[in-house]
């Protein structure tokens, strides 16, 4: 199993970003899809989620609205539509399933 994730950058405020996941070993169709973050200092924490069985997903409060998860079967991929980005969304952002997590993608949000 391995996630690679990527599409991080430095974006200002209000700005929109989309974060991808390639999945390899498995398929993201059969398994729950999530994007977490970690802020600095911070714990890291669930931001969206996406289920195998029927594609429903659930968000932190905190992004509802604002981002919306989900996925392409035929690529294998998992992505995160970031809009109306704020400096508190700053993080490194790890796809996840099950016990496996990706190496991160750092998102910045500065003016």
């Known amino acids: 199993v391995q996630l690679v994730e990527s599409g991080g950058a430095l974006v200002q405020p209000g700005g929109s970003l989309k974060l991808s996941c390639a999945a390899s070993?498995?398929?993201?169709?059969?398994?729950?899809m999530s994007w977490y973050r970690q802020a600095p200092g911070k714990a890291r924490e669930l931001v969206a989620r996406i289920t195998d069985t029927d594609s429903r997903t659930i968000y932190v409060d905190a992004v509802k609205g604002r981002f919306t998860i989900s996925r392409d079967n035929a690529k294998n991929m998992v992505y995160l539509q970031m809009d109306n980005l704020k400096p508190e969304d700053t993080a490194m952002y790890y796809c996840n399933t099950g016990p496996s997590w990706g190496q991160g993608t750092q998102v910045t949000v500065s003016p």
């Open positions: 070993g498995f398929s993201v169709s059969s398994y729950v």
